[in-house]
C-alpha cells in the first residue's frame, strides 16, 4: 500500500493559516489524501533543519508561515540545498505588499488571531447559542447576555444566532403550559430577559404552515385556536412574574426582532 504524501507546515505560530492554504492546494491533487504535520512557534534554524531533514528522510513536501526574513531565507537556501520543494506561503505576500504600502511589515508572528479575536468571540457567542438553544441547559441562563423567553414558533432559535453573530451569548426558553419555567429564570436580572409575545391568528397560520411542512394535517392540538390562547396566556403570567420587556414580533422579520432586542438591552 502506497504511503500517503506527507507535507511539513512550519509557522512561527499555531500554523493554522498555512495548513488552510496547503490543504486547499493538494485538495487538486490525489483525491485529498494526504498527510499534514505541523511545526508550530518555529524560533530557531535548528528546529528548521530538524524538519528539512525529516521532510528529505520522507520524501516529503515543506509549507510555511515566517514573518522573520532570516527565517524565511534560511528555509528557502537550505530546502534548495537538500533539493526539497519548500512553499513560501508568506514572503511573496509580504514583499508586494511592502511595494504597494510602501511601509515596512511589523514582522510580529501571530497578529492574525490578535485580529481574529472578534471572530473568535462570534464563533464561541454562535456555540453558546446552539448549546443553550430551547432549554436544553437551565445552565446557561446565568450566563447569557440575553435569554428570549417564548412559545414555539416565535422565532427564538433563528433570533439566538442572529445576536450571536453581533457576539452576544444567547440561550431561549420555550414557555409551554404543563412545564414549570426553570427556576434559573427568576433568579436572573430581568433586564437580561425578553418575552417574544405573538398574536393568536399569527401563531395559528404559522403552526398550520409547520404542520403542513411535516405533512402532518392541520388539525392537531398544536395549531389549535383553544390551546394557542392557553399557551399565550401562560407566557403573559410567566413575563410579568419575571418583570421583562415583551416585543411583539407578530409581523416582524428577525432582523428587526434583533434590531428591537439590542435596542432594549443598550437602553
Do not use: W
Amino acid at each position: 500500500m502506497k504511503a500517503k504524501p506527507i507535507v511539513y507546515v512550519l509557522s512561527d505560530s499555531v500554523g493554522e493559516t498555512a495548513e488552510l492554504v496547503i490543504k486547499a492546494g493538494l485538495s487538486q491533487f490525489n483525491n485529498g489524501e494526504y498527510k499534514i504535520q505541523r511545526i508550530p512557534y518555529v524560533e530557531d534554524m535548528g528546529t528548521i533543519d530538524e524538519a528539512l531533514q525529516l521532510a528529505k528522510e520522507k520524501k516529503g513536501l515543506i509549507g510555511f508561515t515566517l514573518v522573520d526574513p532570516t527565517l524565511r531565507n534560511y528555509v528557502n537556501k537550505q530546502a534548495k540545498l537538500l533539493n526539497l520543494e519548500a512553499i513560501d506561503i508568506m514572503g511573496p505576500m509580504l514583499s508586494s505588499m511592502e511595494k504597494v504600502f510602501k511601509n515596512s511589515p511589523k514582522l510580529e508572528a501571530g497578529l492574525v488571531h490578535k485580529l481574529d479575536e472578534d471572530y473568535f468571540k462570534r464563533v464561541e457567542a454562535i456555540e453558546f447559542a446552539v448549546k443553550y438553544d430551547d432549554g436544553r441547559d437551565a445552565r446557561g441562563i446565568a450566563r447569557a447576555d440575553i435569554i428570549l423567553i417564548g412559545v414555539s414558533r416565535t422565532s427564538k432559535t433563528p433570533l439566538s444566532q442572529f445576536l450571536a453573530h453581533k457576539r452576544l451569548k444567547v440561550a431561549n426558553v420555550p414557555i409551554v403550559p404543563e412545564v414549570d419555567p426553570p427556576e434559573e429564570l427568576f433568579e436572573v436580572d430581568p433586564s437580561k430577559c425578553i418575552g417574544l409575545r405573538i398574536s393568536a391568528e399569527k401563531l395559528n397560520d404559522i403552526r398550520k404552515e409547520r404542520l403542513k411542512a411535516l405533512g402532518l394535517g392541520d388539525q392537531a392540538t398544536y395549531a389549535n385556536m383553544n390551546r394557542i390562547h392557553q399557551e399565550l396566556e401562560y407566557f403573559d403570567n410567566i413575563v410579568d412574574k419575571i418583570g421583562c420587556e415583551v416585543i411583539d414580533v407578530s409581523n416582524k422579520a428577525v432582523e428587526e426582532t434583533a434590531n428591537s432586542v439590542l435596542q432594549l438591552i443598550n437602553k
